[in-house]
């Protein structure tokens, strides 16, 4: 295994994370409840004899039962040769004394004494906002004086400028967690945000580097291009080397669902340094995020110049999950999104027709007459199976 510094703490992470987020489940449903426990602590097991030392779980995943496995994994002395970042249910707490229930009940589900990395679940300007107006850093930094925890750090899911807001708004941060692959270069924090938060010292962890698997598996064209280069390797590990070429990549964490991917992933992270991908390299992942961007149905680029929306319709970020859906051929994925991430009014079913915001698209895309047919795909069906996990 190879290790980087985690951020300005003299510590060294493996470069490759274990997430446990994905862990294999007897129904076969993702992020169920029905852990196969004795893989999953096998699995766990494994990566951590191979040098991996930093595991991600939250209080939500497998719908609570992931850090209770997670606990099980690290008995028997494993305890002492990771270190463990869980997370707060932010959109749950409700009151400040809420904050240390959930976190008393997550100590007591992991059974592994203090969390080394507590993080504030999925923060969003709104959320950010909340987490202030509770007081719940005072709360953090309380739980670290007391032992309970040893570093604050959150996950973030919004735009550029929300997560720099967020890093500004607080001396604390040790680290953060950010969805980060080749496709999200400008989306979320992006390219930008990963220079800004390592700038300031701290620790960034990569989730969703192969976009909860969509790049491992692209169409049957994208397929053929990575097979023509010169240049072996399976999509996953193309997408996973991308990240490791970037030096401001302290971990990337793989959802790993069976012991081959785990395999093969510290395979490629063994095989892996920064700095390492040449010209030729780089071109064929543009070429790649190319193709995929041209199965987007909307040529939206995610500007916002339409926004404000009077009805407080989200566009860009409908739009956003429209395409992705289209360009993974997984729309479950986003209805997911839909559902999980927006309010009734962001959602293009709230739009109402007015045609305000089409003067202000660049793009002139005919957004009052797209919204229906958008709602009508993400707001069809049952939301994604897993409901509530990241
Ligand atoms: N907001 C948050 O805080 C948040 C949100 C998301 C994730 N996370 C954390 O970040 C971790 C990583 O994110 P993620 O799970 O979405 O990671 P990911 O690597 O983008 O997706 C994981 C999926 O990729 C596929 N995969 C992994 N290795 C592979 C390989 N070698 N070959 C082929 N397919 C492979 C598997 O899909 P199949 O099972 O379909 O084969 C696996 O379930 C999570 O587990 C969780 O701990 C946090
Ligand atoms: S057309 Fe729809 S999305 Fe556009 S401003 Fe009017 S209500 Fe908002
Ligand atoms: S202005 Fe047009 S291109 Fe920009 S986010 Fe809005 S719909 Fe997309």
Redesign the pocket.
């Known amino acids: 295994m190879k290790y980087r510094r985690f951020g300005k703490s003299g510590w060294e992470a493996s470069i490759l994370g274990f ?4 862990l294999p489940t007897s129904d076969g449903m ?1 992020i169920s409840e029905h852990i196969v426990e004795d893989e999953a602590i096998e699995m766990i097991r494994y990566g951590v004899d191979r040098g991996i030392n930093y595991i ?3 209080y939500t ?1 497998h719908d609570g039962r992931s850090e209770v496995v997670l606990g099980r994994a690290l008995r028997d002395g494993y305890r002492e040769k990771v270190r463990i970042a869980t ?1 707060s249910p932010v959109w749950m707490v409700e009151k400040a004394d809420d904050f240390d229930r959930f976190l008393d009940e997550q100590l007591e589900r992991l059974q592994a004494g203090p969390i080394d990395y507590y ?1 504030f ?2 923060l969003n300007k709104k959320r950010w906002d909340d987490i202030r107006t509770l007081g719940l850093l005072a709360r953090a930094e309380a739980a670290v004086e007391d032992g309970r925890i040893g570093h604050i750090g959150f ?1 973030f ?1 919004d735009v550029y400028t929300s997560f720099q807001e967020i890093i500004d708004g607080y001396d604390g941060w040790a680290m953060c ?1 950010i ?1 980060y ?1 080749y496709m999200d270069t400008e989306n979320q924090a992006g390219t930008r945000g990963l220079a800004y938060a390592a700038s300031r010292g701290m620790a960034v962890v990569v ?7 969509n790049l ?2 692209p169409p049957q064209d994208i397929q053929a291009i990575f097979e023509a280069h010169e240049v072996r390797r ?1 999509p ?1 590990e193309w997408a996973l080397q991308w990240l490791w070429d970037q030096p401001d990549v302290a971990v990337v ?5 069976d012991i081959r ?1 785990l395999k ?2 510290i395979i490629t992270a063994n095989t892996s340094d920064a700095r390492s991908l040449g010209a030729s390299e780089h071109r064929l992942i543009a070429l790649v995020r190319g193709r995929f961007e041209e199965r987007a149905a909307i040529p939206c680029t995610r500007c916002g110049y339409c926004l404000p929306c009077p009805q407080g319709v989200d566009i860009p970020v409908n739009f956003g999950l429209y395409n992705d859906g289209l360009m993974y051929d997984d729309l479950l994925v986003s209805r997911f999104r839909y559902f999980r991430f927006f309010t009734e009014t962001e959602r293009a079913g709230a739009c109402s027709g007015c045609g305000e915001c089409e003067e202000r698209c660049p793009q002139g895309i005919e957004i009052a007459g797209l919204m229906p047919g958008v709602h009508a795909v993400l707001g069809e069906g049952k939301p994604y199976p897993g409901g509530d996990a ?1």
């Open positions: 997430g446990c987020m994905r993702p991600d779980t939250a995943y997370k993080l679940h999925g996950s899911h967690l969805q692959n989730m969703e580097p192969l976009l909860g698997g491992a598996r399976s996953a964490l793989s959802g790993m669902s991917q093969q992933n990241c």
